[in-house]
């Protein structure tokens, strides 16, 4: 799958930033930490989390290079998030 896909209406709720915790490798707000998660599992944590979007970029996908707040972006391999990041 790629593209863009609906995923909450905005970012910025309000929490700690994390689904089971905080410190580092938290899931949550930042973009950061979703690394390792099934797909499936991200974009529950992002919708619960607020992100406005949720950009999934496989193997060989071309992107654009423009910034959107508010857009989590993972990169995923075998539906596994390799990377994640905001914009």
Not at 52 to 67: F, H, K, Q
Not at 70 to 85: I, M
């Amino acid at each position: 799958m790629s593209g863009s896909d609906a995923a909450g209406a905005g970012h910025g709720a309000v929490g700690s930033g994390s689904a089971g915790g905080s410190g580092p490798g938290a899931v949550g707000q930042d973009g950061e930490g979703y690394a390792g998660l099934r797909i499936e599992r991200a974009r529950e944590l992002a919708r619960r989390h607020g992100w406005a979007s949720v950009r999934v970029l496989e193997p060989g996908d071309l992107m654009t290079m423009e910034y959107r707040q508010g857009r989590l972006n993972l990169a995923v391999r075998d539906g596994v998030v390799e990377r994640s990041w905001e914009g």
